[in-house]
């Protein structure tokens, strides 16, 4: 997960996170959502065997509140769990 510029969040999947990470923060595709959001800064990542694992969990991911994405950042796994629980209420 980088963050961009804007304080936006950008969730994506990649078999090489250095390679990707340089790209966006490049501007190697002028129509990828961070090219007008640089600088980018990785906040997160996760290494997964299976690339079905990693899609799913970048999915899972785009859904959180932004509120639950930093509390990932910051490995907060009570706040994560407290802020999954407000969302079934």
């Known amino acids: 997960m980088l963050?961009?510029?804007?304080?936006?969040?950008y969730v994506?999947?990649?078999n090489d996170?250095?390679?990707?990470?340089?790209q966006h923060n490049s501007g190697y595709d002028p129509k990828a959502?961070?090219?007008?959001?640089?600088?980018?800064?990785?906040?997160?990542?996760?290494?997964?065997?299976?690339?079905?694992?990693?899609?799913?969990?970048?999915k899972q991911l785009k859904g959180w509140s932004r509120k639950k994405k930093e509390a990932l950042?910051?490995?907060?796994?009570?706040e994560i769990k407290r802020l999954s629980n407000l969302k079934k209420k």
């Open 3 to 9: 963050e961009c510029s804007d304080g936006s969040y």
């Open 73 to 78: 950042f910051e490995e907060n796994w009570e």
């Open 33 to 58: 959502y961070t090219f007008t959001r640089r600088p980018l800064i990785l906040k997160f990542y996760q290494r997964f065997t299976l690339i079905e694992d990693a899609i799913a969990f970048e």
């Open 17 to 22: 996170l250095e390679v990707r990470l340089e």
């Open 12 to 14: 994506g999947v990649t």
